[in-house]
């Protein structure tokens, strides 16, 4: 969301539209711009900041129904990165780690705290790490995600599994970084 979004929030010039589209698609331009606040000159600047508060969170939460849709289609784009970078493009490994920094940045929002923290620490092995020898914990980072979000992200079965894969893998990547440095 950007400030001039929130900034309208804040005013009361959002317009709420339909949103189906978005839900059966990964975010786009397209299903951005379905969201965008409108120009409303005439809207009157909210000088009360509780009130503010309010449009804001009803805002984001107008959002929410796009959430699961948003996920899938960012974990596809994590499982895209990494095939290239099994295929050996130039540059795949870059795309991976913008893939992960982007969903790890968003996984919290998308109600997804488990793939956050698998994220988190994919990003952290490609951070310490240019190698091969990071592939293998590499493809467990994105097919953990994956399962994650086939078990439902929010579910007890996802954060009782997210949490055992985390632990594995980041103690994996804890003794890979120590080695790097």
Not at 100 to 127: D, F, V, W
Not at 132 to 153: F, K, M, N, Q, T
């Amino acid at each position: 969301m950007t400030a001039l979004m929130l900034s309208r929030i804040l005013k009361g010039s959002w317009r709420k539209t339909d949103t189906s589209a978005a839900r059966q698609s990964s975010r786009s331009e397209e299903n951005l711009v379905a969201l965008a606040p409108k120009a409303d000159a005439e809207a009157e600047p909210i000088l009360d900041q509780e009130e503010m508060e309010i449009r804001a969170e009803r805002a984001v939460n107008d959002l929410a129904p796009n959430h699961e849709a948003w996920l899938r289609g960012d974990v596809e784009r994590l499982r895209e990165a990494w095939e290239c970078v099994a295929a050996g493009e130039a540059g795949a490994r870059g795309r991976l780690f913008i893939a992960s920094h982007n969903l790890n940045g968003m996984a919290e929002t998308y109600g997804s705290p488990a793939i956050g923290r698998l994220t988190q620490s994919l990003c952290r092995l490609l951070k310490a790490r240019q190698d091969d020898s990071v592939d293998p914990i590499a493809h467990l980072h994105v097919e953990a995600c994956r399962s994650i979000l086939a078990h439902g992200a929010q579910s007890a079965s996802a954060d009782t599994l997210a949490k055992t894969i985390c632990h594995a893998l980041e103690a994996q990547v804890d003794r890979m970084v120590a080695a790097a440095a």
